[in-house]
């Protein structure tokens, strides 16, 4: 079955940097859109950034020249830097393929990680 490992959470001060690791097991890696996805106390989910199996990768205007997405054998990752409070939450991994990942269609995603904390103070 398919397994997501997230790791690299903790608390940093405003300012600092980050970077989480998602290791993914029983799906073929590169035929699957990786995303990472970030839960606020609160709030809904909501897409920080992906890395589609084409490629080409996506940010949120929240993150967009902050953060970079990359993938690698088998794991993805989000290196953030400059990180501010609002970037505060749970970050989830995500594994999905089709149309529906391509538009960024949260749907898409049909494996899901644990999740792993970030907070920014």
């Known amino acids: 079955h398919v397994q997501l490992v997230e790791s690299g959470g903790d608390s940093v001060q405003s300012g600092g940097s980050l970077r989480l690791s998602c290791t993914a097991s029983?799906?073929?890696?590169?035929?699957?859109?990786m995303a990472w996805y970030r839960q606020a106390s609160g709030h809904e989910r909501e897409l920080v950034s992906n890395?589609?199996?084409?490629?080409t990768t996506y940010y949120s205007s929240a993150v967009k020249d902050r953060f970079i997405v990359s993938r690698d054998d088998g794991t993805v990752y989000l290196s953030m830097d400059r990180m501010k409070p609002e970037h505060t939450g749970m970050y989830y991994c995500?594994?999905?393929?089709?149309?529906?990942?391509?538009?960024?269609?949260?749907?898409?995603?049909?494996?899901w990680g644990q999740g792993t904390q970030v907070t920014v103070s």
């Open positions: 029983g799906l073929p890696f590169g035929d699957f859109d």
């Open positions: 995500a594994a999905g393929r089709g149309y529906a990942c391509f538009t960024l269609r949260t749907s898409g995603y049909t494996s």
């Open positions: 890395a589609r199996s084409d490629g």
